[in-house]
Structure formats: structure tokens, C-alpha cells
């Protein structure tokens, strides 16, 4: 069984709910989604070097399980599934291997953060198994991509009830907003709503404001830690 895998580093979570805890991050190769990018806007995606399956070499679930011991010799890291897309297509079976065998030696040691974090753009149906933490993206109509979101996934994670899921939402502008609480609404979203601006086309100032009026439940602006301490660097 093989992945595409851009890149196996550690360093600390840089937003949501695990922002600051030392995590060792797999980041997949692939995404057929293209966030932002329309006639006249540029592509806003973190990580263009990671979009077409060829930009990861093919790793083996044992090869890459043994990269991440290397990192985290004690098991006491978390573990975030990233990408490009760590789950489509055939990146989704090594996910789930990697996943499942983390969950299972963490929890029979004791382990902290037994379950890997999986950072998924929406998509990808995600799934009711425990062995998954999931940051899963919807995407607005400023990202062009919101016909792509898979509306079941709101269903599965109401089912899953787990308080370390979260949605996120990249915020462009008061259409993406606002767009925003009418999904919230529509879905009655319980899980943990992460907000983010778009650098350089709204101010998170502004964003603040537009979140204390409408206060969403179980809600946070998230910005990027990373990008604070160490600029816009790759493999931090
Ligand atoms: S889904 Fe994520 S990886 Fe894919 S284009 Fe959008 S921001 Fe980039």
C-alpha cells in the first residue's frame, strides 16, 4: 500500500482547536479542488507545491510509519493527516492504515492524542471511525468550490458527536460570512466552527466584529500561528 507524501516534519499545530501542540504533520500530495482561483482572483491554497499527485513521492504505510517514530521517537506528538488531500483517492486507504495503527498502539500504551488529525477540504466523505479526528473545510462561494462540498458530511458529524471535530470556514468577504451562518443554521452545525480570513482580502479585525454580532455557537477566529512565527516558510 502506497501514499503520495510531499512532505513528514514536525513542529507545532498552527490553528484550530490544537493550535500550539507539538504535532508531527504527514502531508499528502493531491487535491482536485482549487480554492480561490477565478478570473481575475489568484489561487489562495497554503500549499500549491503539494496539488497534483506527482509533487509526493510514493511512500509505504510502513516507510511512513517509521518517519513518524523517527519524529516522535515517544509517541507523545500529535499526528495531523494533511495535504494537498489526505483523503482522495488512493491517499484515503494509507490514511486510514496510518490512523488505525496509531489509534490502536496509542490507546493499548496510553498514549496522548490517540486519534490523528485529518485536515479535509470537504469533499471527501468523512467517516464514523473513531481512529479519525477531523478539521473538515467548508468551502464558501468566494473559494469557488462550494458546489464540490459533500452536504452528508454534516449528518456524519453530528453522528460522530466528538468534541475534538471542527468545520472551518476561510472567510473572503461579508458575502462568504454571512454565507456562513446560513449554512450554520441550515445544517445546525453543533461541532467546533473555526474561522479564517483570507490574508490580504478581509481584515481579521473585521472578521471579529462580524462574529461577535452574529456569535455562532462553539465558535473562534483561527489564524495561523505558523505564518506569525516564521512567515510564509514551507515545513514549518
Ligand atoms: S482544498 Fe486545500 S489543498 Fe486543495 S486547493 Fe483548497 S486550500 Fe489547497
Not at 466528538?162 to 472567510?171: G, H, R, Y
Request: some cysteine.
Amino acid at each position: 500500500m502506497y501514499g503520495k507524501i510531499h512532505e513528514i516534519y514536525s513542529s507545532i499545530s498552527g490553528e484550530g482547536i490544537s493550535q500550539g501542540i507539538p504535532t508531527v504533520f504527514v502531508r499528502f500530495a493531491g487535491c482536485s479542488l482549487r480554492c480561490g482561483k477565478t478570473d481575475t482572483k489568484q489561487l489562495w491554497c497554503d500549499t500549491p507545491y503539494a496539488l497534483g499527485p506527482n509533487q509526493g513521492e510514493s511512500k509505504s504505510f510502513e516507510a511512513i510509519i517509521k518517519e513518524i517514530e523517527g519524529l516522535d521517537k515517544d509517541h507523545g506528538f500529535q499526528i495531523l493527516l494533511t495535504g494537498g488531500e489526505p483523503l482522495e483517492g488512493k491517499n484515503r486507504e494509507v490514511s486510514t492504515s496510518i490512523a488505525q495503527h496509531i489509534f490502536t498502539y496509542r490507546t493499548r500504551e496510553g498514549k496522548p492524542y490517540p486519534a490523528p488529525r485529518v485536515e479535509t477540504n470537504g469533499s471527501e466523505k468523512i467517516t464514523l471511525d473513531s481512529f479519525f479526528i477531523f478539521t473538515m473545510d467548508y468551502k464558501l462561494p468566494g473559494s469557488g468550490m462550494e458546489n464540490r462540498m459533500d452536504l452528508e458530511n454534516f449528518q456524519i458529524l453530528e453522528k460522530r458527536h466528538n468534541s475534538l471535530d471542527e468545520i472551518k470556514f476561510v472567510v473572503r468577504d461579508r458575502i462568504d460570512f454571512e454565507r456562513s451562518i446560513e449554512v450554520i443554521r441550515e445544517q445546525k452545525i453543533q461541532t467546533n466552527i473555526l474561522y479564517s480570513p483570507v490574508h490580504g482580502e478581509v481584515d481579521a479585525k473585521e472578521l471579529v466584529e462580524w462574529i461577535k454580532i452574529d456569535n455562532p455557537p462553539k465558535c473562534r477566529l483561527s489564524l495561523q500561528i505558523h505564518k506569525v512565527l516564521w512567515g510564509n516558510q514551507k515545513g514549518v
